[in-house]
């Protein structure tokens, strides 16, 4: 099995303009449009977004660089992200 194909865990934390202006809504529908996602999307009390996905690195990968390529909702200003092994739990995508 490849880096690529190995299940992971993503955390991100955007920061920006990123709550009010649709960003949840276009993380879970990119994190449906890549496939093979779970996890969550939620906005957090200091205006962050939180997103947590589990999938192949690989997908992941995508994901997160979709959040970095500025074709978003609002505004990022960055992104911090972390690596770990799936926790599991969730059997899709959704917004919290």
Same mark, same amino acid.
């Given at each position: 099995?490849?880096?690529?194909? =190995? =299940?992971? +865990?993503?955390?991100? &934390?955007?920061?920006?303009?990123?709550?009010?202006?649709?960003? +949840?809504? &276009?993380?879970?529908?990119?994190?449906?449009?890549?496939?093979?996602?779970?996890?969550?999307?939620?906005?957090?009390?200091?205006?962050?977004?939180?997103?947590?996905? =589990?999938?192949?690195?690989?997908?992941? =990968?995508? $994901? $997160?660089?979709?959040?970095?390529?500025?074709?978003?909702?609002?505004?990022?200003?960055?992104?911090?992200?972390?690596?770990?092994?799936?926790?599991?739990?969730?059997?899709?995508?959704?917004?919290?």
């Amino acid at each position: 099995m490849g880096a690529a194909a =190995e =299940e992971v +865990r993503l955390t991100a &934390w955007v920061r920006g303009r990123v709550q009010g202006v649709g960003f +949840r809504w &276009w993380t879970r529908a990119t994190a449906l449009e890549i496939g093979g996602l779970s996890g969550y999307v939620s906005n957090l009390a200091d205006g962050r977004v939180q997103v947590v996905a =589990e999938g192949t690195r690989g997908r992941c =990968e995508r $994901l $997160l660089d979709w959040l970095r390529a500025g074709e978003t909702p609002g505004r990022v200003d960055g992104v911090t992200e972390i690596w770990g092994v799936p926790r599991g739990g969730y059997d899709r995508f959704s917004t919290r």
